[in-house]
């Protein structure tokens, strides 16, 4: 973060200082974790549902923070500190990164979808990343926090930015967009992640569009072509359309799925052609490419430094990341998240992997509504029906996933927690062994894929 003195800050938040003073120097962090307090920081206390970060502005204080915004007052304020007082501190920090982002003339492109974002992330900053120095989204910080303070992370060497923009009900989009006013908006898919809270499909892409509302007149729409809501959209935008289908202004064309190792693919755009090697399995992975390619050219980047981006990509956390273990042992650690088309994704890529036995590890989807119960009964049956030797259900919602398996025909074994099941895929995942480990982050499936590890690494 560039310095930004007091009262720039003042100006930005339309706070109140409330003990000036000479010579307070600028701020150059920001922090809302009193626990991890950078020195000199200004620390912004965050107000949840069960908790009041005001309660911890000494701690902060005296952990090394210059000063703070609060919308309670302190009942002291020590000298050596600075106080600015703001209505509301969740607002404030969104206004201070938006007023921060507006130092920086530099290309903005800001991502949603329902599944893939953060792949499509990842991929548009590795191809930008071939020529510019690229500002991403960290680890999952694409809410109403990680979005402003990854904006305040921009420096003087950024020469684009690629914001990864997450929701789960409406207006969040909109409230982040607002910060963000991208010059390029993305949306990877509208599927059925969040429908709990929005209703229907429809729903959320209505949600999904309001990245458009703060995207620039002259910016640039760029859509999955082969999301059959998305192609609803007529947008008063350039819009740019990637996908397989016939109408798509960017195809994918010539696709080879290496399993494991990856997948080949042409992409056609009105510019070039593009021999892709994507280092990541699924087929999927071609529509972040694709994207990634439309991007790129609107960038100005060149034939040879996108080839070189797409093939430099590297999954983040917990998505499809590919573990080899001792003996053959395989663990497909896609356990970050889980909605039905991304286990429906990663059980496919288990399908086509080549080894001797598949072991599908799946545990609860969250936010589904009404499509709770079929949901996870049709992911079960899927699996059987895909061939996948041993289904391992854990949860409550995944005892319908263990319904869908056995009616298909399928092996099944359900459990209530992952600490019940972990002997037994510890046995399960023998020599020769590809293991499939799924579920909705709240299931904590990480702990899962550490304990294979300390069995088998």
Request: a negative charge; one cysteine or more; glycine letters at 10%.
């Amino acid at each position: 973060m560039q310095p930004m003195t007091i009262p720039e800050i003042i100006s930005a938040v339309d706070g109140t200082w409330l003990n000036p003073r000479e010579g307070a120097a600028p701020v150059t962090a920001v922090c809302t974790d009193s626990r991890k307090i950078a020195p000199g920081c200004l620390f912004l206390p965050w107000v949840g549902e069960r908790f009041d970060g005001h309660d911890f502005i000494d701690k902060a204080l005296d952990a090394g923070a210059a000063g703070c915004l609060c919308a309670r007052r302190p009942e002291t304020l020590r000298p050596d500190k600075f106080y600015i007082q703001v209505a509301d501190t969740r607002l404030a920090l969104r206004a201070l990164a938006s007023a921060y982002r507006d130092r920086f003339a530099i290309p903005f492109v800001q991502v949603t979808g329902s599944v893939g974002k953060t792949t499509t992330k990842e991929m548009l900053a590795a191809v930008l990343g071939a020529k510019l120095r690229v500002l991403k989204t960290p680890e999952n910080f694409n809410n109403d926090i990680g979005t402003p303070l990854t904006l305040l992370g921009l420096g003087p060497e950024h020469q684009a930015a690629v914001i990864e923009t997450g929701m789960n009900h409406f207006g969040e989009i909109r409230y982040l967009g607002e910060m963000v006013r991208p010059d390029i908006a993305v949306i990877s898919n509208i599927g059925d992640a969040h429908i709990e809270h929005l209703g229907s499909r429809e729903g959320i892409l209505k949600a999904k569009s309001e990245i458009f509302e703060n995207l620039k007149p002259e910016g640039l729409a760029v859509l999955n072509g082969d999301d059959a809501l998305l192609n609803t959209l007529d947008l008063p935008f350039r819009t740019v359309r990637c996908g397989r289908s016939e109408h798509c202004a960017v195809r994918v064309t010539d696709m080879a799925d290496h399993g494991v190792a990856g997948i080949t693919c042409t992409v056609v755009s009105p510019r070039d052609t593009y021999h892709l090697t994507i280092p990541a399995p699924g087929e999927h992975m071609a529509y972040s490419a694709a994207i990634a390619v439309a991007v790129g050219e609107e960038l100005g980047l060149s034939a040879e430094e996108i080839t070189r981006g797409v093939a430099s990509y590297e999954p983040a956390g917990s998505r499809m990341r590919v573990l080899r273990l001792r003996d053959g042992r395989l663990v497909l650690d896609d356990c970050y998240n889980a909605n039905p088309q991304s286990v429906t994704a990663a059980l496919e890529i288990l399908a086509k992997t080549e080894c001797g036995r598949k072991v599908a590890v799946l545990g609860d989807m969250g936010e589904l509504g009404d499509l709770t119960d079929q949901a996870h009964y049709n992911m079960g049956a899927l699996a059987a029906m895909l061939g996948i030797d041993e289904v391992v259900a854990i949860g409550a919602k995944a005892e319908k996933i263990a319904d869908g398996a056995a009616q298909s025909g399928g092996s099944v074994t359900h459990f209530a927690t992952k600490e019940e099941a972990v002997h037994e895929l510890t046995e399960q995942l023998g020599t020769d062994t590809a293991m499939l480990v799924k579920a909705s982050h709240a299931m904590h499936f990480g702990w899962i894929v550490e304990q294979l590890k300390q069995a088998y690494d």
